[in-house]
C-alpha cells in the first residue's frame, strides 16, 4: 500500500481484489455492508481489517455504498464514480466485475513497465560496480608488478589508474553521488509524481515512445470498456477516461473526439478523425457499434492491446539484455587487454 497524506492507497492488485471479491459477493444477493462484514471476519491483515471496519461503520450509518468507499479515502476517484453509477443503474455487481478486469489489467501494465525499466538499471548499476572495483582494486596491482619491471602502464591503463586514484580521493562524494542515484530511483519508482516525469520522459525518447502510446491505448480502451458495460453514453464515456490517460497527446485525442461527437459524428467516424486507434481496430469498433455490442469490442482492443504491449517490453528487454553484457564485456576487456598486453611483452622480452 502506499501513502497519499495520512491514508493509505490501495494499490492496483488490492483495489482488483477487493472488487472482484465484492463482485461475488453482490452477485449472491449479499448487500454491501454483509459483504464488507464477511470480507472483515475472512481478512488476517490488521491494515485491511481497519479500513474494512472503517468502510463498515459508515455502511450500518445508512449511507450508500460509494459514499462509504469515499469516507475511507483509500480507493480511486474513478472507482467510486463508477461505483456511484453502478448503485444508481442497479448494476453494482456488473461494476464491481469490470472494476476489478480494469485494475488487473493497470497492475499487468505497471509489472510490465517497472520490471522494464527496472532490468536495464539494474544490470548499469552492476556494470558500474564492476567497472569500478576494476578500476579502484586491480589496476593498483598492475601498476605495481610494472614497477617492479622498471617500467610503466600504458597511457590508456594509466588514465583508469589516474581516474580510479580520483574516485579514491573523493570517495565520499563518490558515496553522496550513489546515495542520490538510490533516492532518484526511488523516486521515479515509488511516487506518483515520480512516475508521471518518468512516462512523460519517455514519451519524448524515440526506443520507448510507441511504447508508450500504446499503453496510452490500452488505458483508453480498458476505461471504456468498464464505462460501457456500465451504461454510460459514449460522450460521458470519453469524459471519465480522459482523466486514466497519462500523456498530453492521448488527453488531446480524446477531447477531439468529444467535440466530433457534439458536431454530430457517430463513435466510430469520431474515433477515426481523431487517430485514437488504427483503421483496423477502429473498424472492429464500426462493426460493434452496428451490431449493439461495442463495449464487446472495445473488450476486444483492449485484450489485444495488453497482449502487444506485453509483446513489446519483453522485445525491448531481449534487446537491452545482450547489448549490456556486450558492452561490459568489451569495456572489461579493453580495461585487462590495456595492462595484459604490455606485461606480455615485456616478460617475452625478458625471456
Not at 483495489?15 to 471479491?21: A, G, P
Not at 472483515?40 to 460509494?66: C, I, P, R, W
Not at 477531447?255 to 483503421?279: M, T, V, W
Amino acid at each position: 500500500m502506499k501513502k497519499q497524506g495520512s491514508v493509505k492507497k490501495l494499490t492496483n492488485y488490492e483495489t482488483s481484489s477487493f472488487c472482484r471479491q465484492m463482485a461475488l459477493l453482490i452477485k449472491a444477493g449479499i448487500s454491501p455492508s454483509e459483504g464488507i462484514d464477511i470480507l472483515m471476519q475472512d481478512t488476517q491483515d490488521n491494515s485491511a481489517k481497519k479500513l474494512l471496519e472503517k468502510v463498515s461503520q459508515v455502511l450500518h450509518s445508512g449511507e450508500y455504498f460509494h459514499v462509504a468507499l469515499s469516507m475511507s479515502g483509500a480507493f480511486p476517484d474513478y472507482l467510486i464514480h463508477m461505483v456511484t453509477i453502478g448503485e444508481e443503474s442497479g448494476t453494482l455487481d456488473t461494476v464491481m466485475d469490470s472494476l476489478a478486469d480494469y485494475y488487473e489489467r493497470e497492475e499487468n501494465i505497471s509489472s510490465s513497465v517497472k520490471g522494464a525499466v527496472s532490468y536495464p538499471l539494474i544490470m548499469l548499476f552492476m556494470m558500474l560496480i564492476v567497472v569500478l572495483v576494476l578500476i579502484i582494486k586491480v589496476l593498483p596491482i598492475f601498476e605495481q608488478v610494472f614497477a617492479q619491471l622498471g617500467t610503466s602502464m600504458s597511457g590508456f591503463a594509466q588514465s583508469l589508474l589516474d581516474f580510479g586514484n580520483l574516485l579514491n580521493k573523493y570517495s565520499i562524494v563518490m558515496v553522496f553521488l550513489l546515495v542520490l542515484l538510490a533516492l532518484a530511483f526511488i523516486f521515479f519508482s515509488e511516487t506518483e509524481t515520480g512516475k508521471k516525469i518518468f512516462k512523460k520522459q519517455l514519451a519524448k525518447v524515440a526506443l520507448t515512445k510507441k511504447l508508450v502510446q500504446d499503453l496510452d491505448s490500452a488505458r483508453f480502451a480498458s476505461g471504456m470498456v468498464l464505462t460501457l458495460s456500465s451504461g454510460m453514453d459514449t460522450y460521458e464515456s470519453l469524459s471519465l477516461v480522459n482523466k486514466l490517460v497519462e500523456t498530453d497527446a492521448m488527453k488531446a485525442k480524446i477531447e477531439k473526439c468529444r467535440n466530433l461527437l457534439i458536431d454530430g459524428d457517430s463513435f466510430p467516424e469520431a474515433l477515426e478523425k481523431s487517430q485514437i486507434f488504427s483503421s483496423f481496430y477502429t473498424q472492429m469498433i464500426s462493426v460493434g457499434f452496428k451490431s449493439g455490442s461495442m463495449d464487446s469490442a472495445m473488450k476486444q482492443i483492449a485484450d489485444r492491446f495488453e497482449y502487444e504491449t506485453d509483446r513489446k517490453i519483453y522485445a525491448l528487454i531481449a534487446i537491452i539484455e545482450p547489448t549490456l553484457v556486450i558492452v561490459l564485456s568489451i569495456i572489461v576487456g579493453m580495461i585487462l587487454l590495456s595492462v595484459i598486453l604490455p606485461l606480455m611483452g615485456i616478460m617475452t622480452t625478458i625471456g
